[in-house]
């Protein structure tokens, strides 16, 4: 058996990633997996400055993912409301320990995460932190909807100013024209924006990339004509090879960052653990980084990968716990630059990753609503969960006993996790969902894969 038929038939369990407050002695004390690993610091987050020389958190405070009132999450729950209270404390220990970049967009979490990211911030000295948003216009560009969603902003945010302003995530083409040219371009939104910087409303103006390879570097090209202040892109040490492999639609960060780097444009990092999944590796994986460190959480090796690129300025992670806050933290405080074995182990376990047979979704939710009701990114997050638990495997591949111990683990938490209303065999091909999809995952393709394999499971029953 070669190594990737192996991984494809791993039934190990998943290791968590993120750190696990339990039995702690101290408040600001963290376990890691099991290992305890002292107090949080509050003085030596790593720093990183950006193009006005403003100093800015190598972690910042990504704002998509927050905690709900009564748990769960807002899908499951549509009614549901942020939970604010939660959401303070969080915001609360990230600015005591060093964290001063926020991350949020008009769309994010139901329209929900600007008003309460203001409510949050606007507690503490305008001068200890730093707010980023989006001019999110994916459906509506025209000029009056933009400049409604622009000024929105500032209202929801409580500033008079935004410290860094994105035009949100170009890089597709449709009848002939680009994103960036009808979002941004045509509809005078571009040159108004600019106008804006230059009255100081705007400190920093850049935008965030999902797309094409020839629409990134035909913007990045504009630097000459726009001077972006930053850029942000996604990368983490799979996507730094093996983007496009895992998705031929995607690009490799290994060319964005450097097409970036070449011209001094600082670098915010989105998805540096993909969704989390490199938080929360398969067992195989996970042995490789903690036979080397066994005291470091698996999140904290994508954090000071990224760390060991100078022109970074900040890496964005959605942290609605806690432990997950303490532990990226830590990471970043200050990040301890990786060794030269410690850089080909990642590159090792990147490789592994990106040919393990998982969706590579990263629970964004920007294909959500389906017009059609289904969970696409429970369905998938329930798929993967499955698939590294060693718990997708067909029948004759395993002994009996071994496939009806999955088979049962695999339906039974299915149901648990995803609605019957909800499941892929709802999925009728409208493509609605592939329009918005920043990953270029096939999301019709996939939901039929899941449904074929689910329904096999319950043909074995009878």
């Given at each position: 058996?070669n190594r990737r038929?192996f991984?494809?038939?791993?039934?190990g369990?998943?290791?968590a990633?993120?750190?696990?407050?339990?039995?702690?002695?101290?408040?600001?004390?963290?376990?890691v997996?099991?290992?305890?690993?002292?107090?949080?610091?509050?003085?030596?987050?790593?720093?990183?400055a950006?193009?006005?020389?403003?100093?800015?958190?190598l972690?910042?405070?990504g704002?998509?993912?927050?905690?709900?009132e009564?748990?769960?999450?807002l899908?499951?729950?549509p009614?549901?409301?942020?939970?604010?209270?939660a959401?303070?404390?969080l915001v609360d220990?990230?600015?005591?320990?060093?964290?001063?970049?926020?991350?949020?967009?008009?769309?994010?979490l139901k329209?929900m995460?600007?008003?309460a990211?203001?409510?949050?911030l606007s507690?503490h000295?305008?001068?200890k932190?730093l707010v980023?948003?989006?001019?999110s216009n994916?459906?509506?560009w025209?000029?009056e909807?933009?400049?409604?969603?622009?000024?929105?902003?500032?209202?929801?945010?409580?500033?008079?100013?935004?410290d860094?302003?994105?035009?949100h995530?170009?890089g597709g083409?449709?009848?002939g024209k680009?994103?960036f040219?009808?979002?941004?371009?045509?509809?005078?939104?571009?040159?108004?924006?600019?106008?804006?910087?230059?009255?100081?409303?705007?400190?920093n103006?850049?935008?965030?990339?999902?797309?094409?390879?020839?629409?990134?570097?035909?913007?990045?090209a504009l630097?000459?004509?726009?001077?972006?202040?930053?850029?942000?892109?996604q990368?983490?040490?799979?996507?730094?090879h093996?983007?496009?492999?895992i998705?031929?639609?995607?690009?490799?960060?290994?060319?964005?960052?450097?097409?970036?780097?070449?011209?001094?444009?600082?670098?915010?990092?989105m998805?540096?653990?993909?969704?989390g999944?490199?938080?929360?590796?398969?067992?195989?994986?996970?042995s490789?980084?903690?036979?080397?460190?066994?005291?470091?959480?698996?999140a904290?090796?994508?954090?000071?990968?990224l760390?060991?690129?100078p022109?970074?300025?900040?890496a964005?992670?959605?942290?609605?716990?806690?432990e997950?806050?303490?532990?990226?933290i830590?990471?970043c405080?200050p990040?301890?630059?990786?060794?030269?074995?410690?850089?080909?182990?990642?590159?090792?376990?990147?490789?592994?990753f990106?040919?393990f047979?998982?969706?590579?979704?990263?629970?964004?939710?920007?294909?959500?609503?389906c017009p059609?009701?289904?969970?696409?990114?429970?369905?998938?997050?329930?798929?993967n969960?499955c698939?590294?638990?060693?718990?997708v495997v067909?029948e004759g591949?395993?002994?009996q006993?071994?496939f009806?111990?999955?088979r049962k683990?695999?339906l039974?938490s299915y149901?648990?996790?995803v609605?019957?209303?909800?499941q892929?065999d709802?999925?009728?091909?409208?493509g609605?969902?592939?329009k918005?999809?920043?990953?270029?995952?096939?999301?019709p393709?996939?939901m039929?894969?899941?449904?074929?394999?689910?329904?096999k499971?319950?043909?074995?029953?009878?």
């Open positions: 058996m038929d991984l494809k038939g791993l039934s369990a998943i290791v990633g993120a750190a696990v407050a339990a039995g702690c002695d101290h408040p600001n004390a963290v376990k997996e099991g290992y305890t690993s002292g107090e949080v610091p509050t003085d030596k987050m790593s720093m990183r950006d193009a006005h020389g403003q100093q800015v958190s972690l910042g405070f704002m998509m993912r927050l905690p709900v009564g748990g769960g999450d899908r499951s729950n009614d549901a409301k942020l939970d604010q209270e959401i303070n404390q220990y990230a600015i005591e320990h060093g964290v001063n970049y926020f991350d949020t967009a008009p769309v994010y329209g995460s600007e008003e990211t203001g409510i949050a507690r000295p305008r001068d932190w980023a948003t989006k001019l994916f459906r509506n025209t000029p909807a933009s400049l409604k969603m622009y000024h929105e902003s500032f209202e929801k945010l409580q500033v008079n100013h935004i860094y302003y994105l035009l995530s170009f083409v449709s009848d680009s994103d040219e009808k979002r941004f371009v045509d509809n005078g939104m571009l040159e108004f924006l600019l106008k804006e910087r230059e009255a100081g409303r705007i400190r103006l850049g935008w965030s990339f999902h797309g094409e390879q020839s629409e990134f570097d035909k913007v990045v630097h000459d004509k726009y001077h972006w202040d930053f850029a942000q892109i990368m983490n040490y799979v996507d730094w093996y983007a496009h492999e998705e031929p639609e995607n690009v490799n960060a290994e060319h964005l960052y450097n097409s970036l780097a070449e011209r001094n444009i600082p670098i915010v990092i998805e540096p653990l993909l969704g999944r490199l938080g929360t590796l398969n067992e195989h994986m996970a490789l980084l903690k036979q080397q460190n066994p005291d470091r959480s698996l904290s090796w994508a954090f000071r990968h760390a060991m690129f022109h970074i300025l900040t964005l992670s959605g942290m609605n716990l806690m997950h806050l303490q532990d990226n830590r990471s405080s990040a301890e630059p990786l060794s030269e074995a410690d850089m080909a182990l990642l590159d090792r376990v990147a490789d592994e990106a040919h047979p998982a969706i590579p979704c990263t629970n964004c939710q920007y294909c959500m609503p059609y009701g289904l969970d696409i990114p429970k369905i998938f997050e329930h798929y969960k698939l590294s638990e060693g718990n067909s591949t395993v002994e006993r071994e009806r111990r999955a683990a695999f039974t149901d648990a996790s609605s019957r209303l909800r892929a709802h999925c009728i091909d409208c609605e969902c592939l918005h999809c920043p990953q270029h995952i096939q999301i393709q996939k039929h894969i899941i449904e074929d394999y689910t329904n499971l319950k043909d074995s029953l009878v």
